[in-house]
């Protein structure tokens, strides 16, 4: 029996009115791995629950936690691309790198049934990174993309020590704010990224979602890659991106997007299911 169907058969199996909801939500919603491994895992962790993809647009954001709030068997909300920033206007409380972000990826109810909002797509990139051998402190690293989880990851490899980071991303004000925000921390050099080569840096960060179609050019030139950089991607759909792809090629160890999700999805779930 396959992994898949064994959890197929497992859900089945288990399945109830008692059966606790959780949402993953996105525009769009079918590249996402997360119902399955968030299941699994939270079932793993002797809950009766199920995690249930929603596809909903940016404008339908707020239809859609008016008409779940008031589901009294809904205990959390997955956050996915593009809706990391605009789901914390929907939490009553925040973590501190929620707050400081102002981007969550994970909503969990509070006793009042208000929503707390966390995120957890940097310290899943950081333990990714560790799991492959490469321990940020001291690095120079470049991050492409400011959005939501390129915040995270940002604010994730400030704080694991990295020496400097450059960020790269289409929306210079987007850039520039959370620039200023990571620099502000005092905990290492964070600037916009210059004309500089990938060669220069030990770590590179795809937070972009460049990858995800086919077709898409590969965040930037790395031709001139030195083989002992680290290379990650978040993209887990397809499994080996081009970037990642290219990146090998090139004798780079690698993260790929599920790797990252595999560490993301722990801490999604140890947060949910905290009490």
Known sequence: MSQSTSISASLDEGLSGATRVYFIVGDPIAQVRSPSGVTAAIRAAGRDAIVIPAHVAPADLAAFFAGVAPMQNVDGVIITVPHKFSATGFCKTLTKEGEFLGAVNMLRRNADGTWHGGASDGVGMVAALRDAGCEPKSKRALLIGAGGA???????????????LAIRDFDAARTGALVSRLAALGHGAVTIADDAGAETYDIVVNASPAGMRPGDPLPIDISRLNPATFVGDVVTKPPLTPFIEAARARGCPTVTGT?????????IVEYLLKD
Request: proline fraction near 0%.
């Open 259 to 267: 790797q990252m999700f595999g560490r993301v999805c722990d801490a």
């Open 150 to 164: 390129g915040s995270a990851i940002g604010h994730a490899l400030v704080d694991a020590g990295v020496s400097t």
